[in-house]
């Protein structure tokens, strides 16, 4: 994949999707072969089941997508709060308000509430541990969302949303420069976002340019290619 690319992965039920995802995104170990990436880029997986494995709530988990800033805000929030603080305390909460200016980090609470708005979640206070399948698939969306990975790898990410947030997440993910590697059974999703399809199919991959209709169009075309080719070797046997 180069950078931006939008890559659908398509083949029939149980072939491998999701496992592949899952080791790509480093998730599963591979029994061969290897999995390599440019160091410098950042990934973000969303599990076709989400799962949290700490107490925090909806918001707090989905700002925790950026962790570096999340971290000093928290901290500027005790050393504001402190009743009283040490000189010490003094210079640590400047250096701390130098840092989240440094990083733009003041909206990170804003945006996060922003996204998780747009993805029909209202119950920013609610414990991540506490939720439905389908409240957990929408908070992890969003702080896969927040996070900005240069790769965001979805794995069913239109599960459990309805018609119109559907729509705003294809627009979402059309819009970003990122890039994005997706599963999903939504053929109309996948066709309005993928800038290419990779066909899962025997243990090898094919790839096409183009979105799921493009797709279509060139699968029939080479079946009917191999549809020709085969007929022809049925014939010359005949004949033989």
């Not at 988990?61 to 929030?77: A, D, F, Q, T």
């Not at 708005?117 to 969003?142: E, N």
């Not at 599963?183 to 800038?195: E, G, I, K, M, P």
């Not at 080479?222 to 033989?240: F, P, V």
């Amino acid at each position: 994949m180069d950078e931006g690319d939008r890559v659908g992965l398509i083949g029939r039920n149980g072939i491998g999707k999701s496992t592949l995802l899952h080791i790509i995104a480093g998730k599963e170990e591979p029994d061969t072969g290897v999995v390599a990436f440019n160091k410098a880029i950042r990934t973000e997986f969303l599990n076709q089941l989400p799962s949290f494995d700490q107490h925090m709530s909806v918001l707090d988990i989905v700002m925790s997508g950026k962790p570096e800033e999340y971290r000093i805000l928290c901290r500027h929030e005790e050393l504001c709060n402190a009743d009283i603080r040490s000189d010490a305390e003094e210079e640590e909460l400047h250096a701390v308000t130098l840092q989240i200016d440094e990083k733009s980090a003041w909206n990170l609470r804003s945006t996060a509430t922003g996204f998780l708005h747009s993805l029909g979640v209202t119950f920013m206070d609610a414990d991540v541990m506490s939720l439905s399948g389908g409240q957990r698939k929408r908070v992890a969306l969003a702080r896969a969302l927040l996070s900005q990975p240069d790769l965001l790898i979805l794995d069913e990410p239109t599960n459990h949303l309805d018609a119109g947030i559907v729509q705003w997440l294809q627009d979402e993910l059309q819009r970003s420069a990122k890039g994005v590697l997706l599963v999903t059974h939504d053929r109309y999703f996948l066709d309005a976002v993928s800038s290419r399809i990779v066909e899962l199919d025997q243990k090898r991959l094919f790839s096409f340019d183009g979105n799921y209709e493009k797709y279509l169009e060139r699968k029939e075309a080479m079946i009917a290619a191999d549809d020709a080719t085969q007929a022809h070797e049925r014939n010359k046997l005949r004949h033989e």
